[in-house]
């Protein structure tokens, strides 16, 4: 009864090649991973830090700052009108 | 009639379940096709010995019942043989054909599964199995699911009414879930071993987060995502820890409860377990690793942090800065009107936020920080920053509001004229916001529909009939109550005289009545406030001649200290408790003061429960 088996394991041994990247577009579904667990080397968290320098994922100083910038530089010019007919 | 592969296949049940071979039995109980040339024989054997509906079905049960191992005083498992003879029976007569009908019967089959589950000797024997026919319903129901047209058909072919299709049609994966949900609840509160947050995962506590996390997808495939409430109490009631769980479970588990947090409005502890998950995923998993971004950086975005190119330039994250840096561009750019048409119902970018369910989150909660941005370059080019010299006694840093009108103006402006050349303001040219500084009524920022049931209100004085008609109860009724309390006839089809009614203008209270400040002056000082509510903004605003100061700006200067960090102010706010509901962690290890339990030295004391001497 054991070679029952074979017809169920196939779809699970193709699923890492499933998760290349030209399949990952719009796919809703959180798979199931095709392995059960995992040692903390393998993780995300590990790799990010094996870099050497630590993954710096987020901006949190994000502030404009730049009178140059076309918006910033028309919104001057606009204020300077507000200021001279006042 | 012999049934020597049926035989062979009931002696090997016998002795899994005498091992308590789990694993194995579920492997033998298989029931997806295509199925191997041994079972169709043992299906060709059931069917000639046992036919549906015959009296030798009695016969099969019995040979089912002697699988179960008979213990002296102690209730047999009986749950097992029917799940068994349910079993056979299902692979007997099941059509594939029919997928609705096999949906039946295999929702049936789990149940009984599910009964077998709860035993308190034996259930964990079928827990693996469990977990299979759970897997297969969950993908029978989600693929039902995306097909409606299909549902509908064999409805229609079974005679059921629309009515009923439309229930059917909603309720198939959420009734899958509550089958899941079941099991589920055997699992949590299985009585062998310890229990709770000082357990370990053991006995059927192993299954706890597989079917939690199968049940999650069900939930979420179906929008039921507040049923999961109660799922996420009982974890935290009575689940040992998480970490003690494998990986895939861990991960899968905080994708699932940082999206139901997500959900909720709950954005900090979304942001811990999303990002938990994150970490914790297997580095090649990179589909996995890419939905949970598609939660992670949203969650970010909305408390003031944005992705780095760093994070954007990875495999997983392929097509995601398309996505979320213009939002992030928008923020800092402060053009409301520009972000409100980005996320707007029929702009381009909607549908993908809307399909990943992050749309009205996005929208709704990134707007603040858009009218922080923007009232943050008002203030740069247009506020009084103080006096140069730090030591001089002058007014605060202020901006006066006037400005701040002023540059909205401005911005609706440049929204409304098409093709402005100077500027690329992305903008369709005709932006319904750009236009609501002219509103009549409402708001003069944002565009709003009028609301149909005040449609025509002011058209009451020469009311069209329709009108009349329709509100006649109202507008012309049979008798009226006048300003002193007296009743009077009315004639009908007569509209109510009010033009006798008492004018209160002249009881004004307000003092600010006789200096009113624009429409939109007193939106935009709404907005500011709002943000100084929320510590996105430091300060205070000034009513009459309308202002916004900035205190205590010696030190650090008036940008910094009117317009502190957006994340590190949430964050700040946020990590007083960095309790995640739903996540349960290991105990920490409070242990009894030195020298009272003996071996405690150098270890760390945790008192944050103890209370001063005195005080009850």
């Known amino acids: 009864m054991s070679n029952s088996t074979q017809s169920n394991d196939k779809p699970e041994s193709q699923q890492p090649q499933q998760q ?67 | 009639m012999a049934t020597p592969v049926l035989d062979r296949f009931l002696s090997g049940i016998d002795n899994l379940v005498k091992s308590r071979d789990g694993a194995k039995l579920q492997d033998f109980l298989q029931i997806e096709p295509p199925l191997s040339d041994v ?41 097992f043989p029917t799940f068994m003879k349910q079993y056979f029976t299902f692979l007997r007569d099941v059509n594939v054909e029919n997928l609705l009908e096999t949906y039946d019967r295999l ?87 310890t229990p709770g947050i000082h357990g370990k995962p053991e006995g059927k506590r192993v299954g706890i987060y597989l079917m ?60 811990i377990a999303l990002q938990s998950a994150y970490d914790q995923c297997h580095r090649q998993a990179l589909s996995q690793k890419r939905i949970i971004l598609i939660y992670l950086i949203p969650c970010n975005i909305i408390m003031g942090r944005f992705p780095s190119s760093q994070l954007l330039q990875r495999p997983e994250s392929e097509g995601l800065a398309d996505k979320f840096l213009p939002i992030c561009r928008l923020i800092i750019r402060g053009d409301y009107i520009a972000f409100r048409e980005h996320l707007a119902l029929d702009s381009p970018a909607n549908e993908w936020f809307a399909q990943k369910g992050i749309l009205l989150a996005l929208r709704n909660r990134c707007e603040i920080l858009v009218w922080r941005a923007l009232a943050r370059k008002v203030f740069i080019h247009g506020g009084f920053h103080g006096e140069p010299q730090a030591q001089a006694r002058g007014p605060p840093p202020f901006l006066y509001l006037h400005k701040f009108e002023s ?33 009549p009524t409402g708001s003069q920022l944002v565009h709003k529909l009028p609301d149909h049931d005040f449609a025509g209100v002011d058209e009451i ?40 009614l008492l004018d209160y203008r002249q009881y004004e209270l307000n003092p600010y009545a006789d200096a009113k400040p624009s429409p939109m002056m007193r939106e935009l000082e709404a907005i500011l406030a709002s ?6 903004m430091r300060g205070y605003l000034t009513h009459k001649n309308p202002r916004f100061a900035i205190p205590g700006a010696r030190l650090r200067g008036a940008l910094p200290t009117g317009f502190p960090n957006v994340w590190l102010t949430i964050s700040g706010r946020e990590s007083d408790d960095d309790h995640v509901p739903g996540w349960v962690q290991p105990p920490t290890q409070t242990i009894g003061l030195p020298g009272g339990g003996g071996g405690g030295g150098g270890r760390v004391v945790n008192l944050s429960g103890a209370r001063p001497v005195g005080v009850q």
């Not at chain 2, 540059?407 to 236009?435: E, Y």
Request: one cysteine or more; hydrophobic letters at 35%; proline letters at 6%.
């Open chain 2, 107 to 193: 929702k049936g089959l789990l149940n009984q599964c599910v009964l077998a589950l709860g035993d308190s000797q034996f259930g964990v024997i079928v827990l693996p199995t469990v977990l299979y026919l759970s897997k297969v319903l969950a993908k029978l129901a989600m693929g039902l699911d995306r097909r409606p047209d299909l549902i509908a058909q064999i409805l229609k072919l079974e005679g059921r009414s629309d009515q009923d299709d439309n229930i059917e049609k909603v309720t198939l994966v959420e009734k899958s879930a509550n089958v899941v949900r079941e099991a589920f609840i055997k699992c949590l509160t299985d009585r062998s071993g």
């Open chain 2, 212 to 271: 939690a996390n199968l049940c999650l997808k069900l939930l979420f495939q179906c929008g039921k995502l507040r049923n999961a409430e109660q799922m996420f109490a009982s974890i935290s009631a009575q689940s040992p820890p998480l970490k003690y769980f494998p990986a895939s479970q861990r991960v899968t588990y905080l994708y699932y409860l940082g999206r139901y947090l997500f959900s909720n409005n709950l954005f900090y502890p979304a942001q």
């Open chain 2, 407 to 439: 540059a909205t103006r401005w911005l609706q402006s440049q929204h409304s004229q098409p093709l402005n050349g100077t500027i690329n303001f992305a903008s369709t040219g005709h932006s319904p916001d750009a236009q609501a500084g002219s509103n």
């Open chain 2, 531 to 536: 943000l100084l509510t929320q510590g996105l």
């Open chain 2, 461 to 500: 004085d020469a009311p069209d009939p329709s009108l009349l008609s329709k509100f006649a109860d109202f507008l012309s009724p049979d008798t009226y109550f006048d300003a002193t309390g007296h009743s009077h006839p009315n004639s009908p089809g007569t509209l109510i005289e009010t033009t006798h």
């Open chain 1, 20 to 86: 290349k990247p030209p399949v990952l577009e719009e796919d809703d579904e959180f798979e199931d991973f095709p392995v059960e667990d995992w040692p903390q080397e393998e993780t995300e968290q590990a790799s990010g830090s094996a870099n050497g320098t630590s993954a710096h994922l987020w901006e949190e100083s994000w502030d404009d700052d730049d009178a140059a910038e076309d918006f910033s530089k028309q919104l001057k010019e606009e204020l300077k009108k507000v200021e001279a007919s006042s």
């Open chain 2, 39 to 79: 079972y169709q024989q043992m299906v060709a054997e059931l069917r000639q010995r046992y036919p549906e509906g015959s009296p030798a079905e009695a016969d099969l049960l019995r040979r089912c019942e002697a699988l179960v191992p008979r213990t002296k005083g102690s209730s047999s498992w009986t749950a």
